[in-house]
């Protein structure tokens, strides 16, 4: 098959969510089937790190796409003539978004519908593209993959597709997560937080992700507990900062706070290995993929008991309602308090973590593909 693959999420040095989705996938997709020809189409120069084999094509494909006219332009005028010009297949589109115009084969991973249920967190122009668009995008595709069950249900909610047409592939691990030795957490703890234990937030800064919560939350467990620990938040800041921000600035306990921007992923590895636990408290996700990071760290997790998160978390996380800061702050006691429930959900995520295999979802995607293309 020539396998086109969606890859403009692959930019060097700045995967987050989706971008990392995409490297995962793909780079296993190609080891897995070197009879077959990907094209990778980027929408930029691409780095020669995401040209994972010699069975991979990268081509560029203009215009930049960050914006709602970008986007309109990238997927239905670009993409159907590069398509038609490198003879492809089938398409991949792991980004939620695909091409109405382009007569290929479609396959789309959705992430999320979390515009449906925060529009207020979107701004107006994404809000209506997202609006007038995705419906279509879901009817339009030949098949669907989710990456967690719980997006599944919501697409045949919101939108009323058929079961039959979505298959959930889930998420992986990413990198090679491992637990620290003792000596490994001192030396991060030194150079991170000042010698003491923190607590460690990770992914983009903005509504959707309560950390404004967090902090207060946090802001309590301080007040109640004066214990010597800290609160890193690693993530760079995107948009509609200004509540995270005044949770900060009203803080009693600012010093103890750190906002340490976007993380390099050598970073990610020892900062979440060293961390008291990972507090991943959002309002919206369609997996959460720090919550399966931390099972691998060996790392305890407080997270939501919404969407996607209880399905990943299983028995390996202390569930909290995210809109309620008492609540956070408690498990946050909790795990500071209770050494042996720290073991208990750390043990509890080496069997929660077998469900998730990146090789596994590569399989299920390629069978989705190669199904298409024999109809």
């Not at 060097?12 to 971008?19: A, F, S, V």
């Not at 960050?66 to 010009?85: A, G, T």
């Not at 045949?156 to 090679?176: F, P, W």
């Not at 957490?185 to 460690?200: D, Q």
Request: aromatic share 12%; hydrophobic share 45%.
């Amino acid at each position: 098959m020539r396998i086109a693959i969606n890859t403009r999420f692959l930019l060097p040095g700045k995967l987050e969510g989706l971008g990392w989705h995409n490297y995962e996938l793909c780079k296993r997709l190609v080891a897995q089937h070197p009879d077959d020809t990907f094209i990778f189409l980027f929408d930029r120069p691409y780095a020669e790190e995401f040209v994972f084999g010699s069975n991979v094509i990268p081509v560029v494909v203009p215009p930049p796409a960050r914006h709602p006219i970008l986007w309109y332009w990238w997927f239905e005028w670009s993409l159907p003539r590069f398509l038609r010009k490198h003879k492809a297949d089938v398409l991949l589109s792991p980004d939620s978004y695909c091409s109405l115009r382009a007569n290929v084969p479609t396959a789309m991973v959705t992430h999320d519908l979390a515009h449906v249920h925060y529009p207020e967190q979107i701004p107006v122009l994404v809000r209506r593209y997202y609006d007038y668009f995705v419906p279509r995008f879901l009817q339009r595709a030949d098949h669907v993959l989710t990456v967690s069950g719980f997006v599944k249900h919501d697409i045949e909610q919101q939108y009323g597709l058929a079961s039959a047409k979505i298959t959930v592939a889930h998420n992986g691990l990413r990198g090679d997560f491992t637990p620290l030795t003792a000596k490994e957490k001192a030396e991060v703890r030194n150079e991170f937080a000042a010698g003491e234990n923190y607590f460690f937030y990770l992914g983009a800064v903005h509504p959707r992700k309560n950390v404004d919560r967090l902090i207060r939350a946090f802001d309590q467990f301080k007040t109640r507990t004066g214990a010597p620990v800290k609160l890193l938040i690693g993530g760079r800041m995107a948009w509609q900062t200004g509540a995270i921000k005044a949770a900060y600035e009203v803080s009693d306990h600012q010093s103890d706070i750190e906002f340490l921007g976007y993380v390099p992923d050598a970073d990610v590895k020892r900062l979440l290995g060293s961390a008291l636990a990972l507090t991943y408290v959002s309002l919206f996700e369609g997996f959460g993929l720090p919550i399966l990071e931390a099972m691998y760290a060996e790392v305890p997790v407080i997270t939501s008991n919404r969407s996607s998160m209880p399905e990943v978390a299983g028995d390996a996380a202390l569930l909290v309602d995210p809109e309620a800061i008492d609540d956070i702050a408690l498990a946050m006691e909790r795990i500071y308090q209770e050494p042996e429930l720290g073991l208990q959900l750390i043990e509890a995520g080496r069997m929660q973590r077998t469900l998730f295999d990146w090789d596994e979802t590569a399989k299920k995607t390629y069978t989705v593909l190669r199904r298409l293309h024999e109809a």
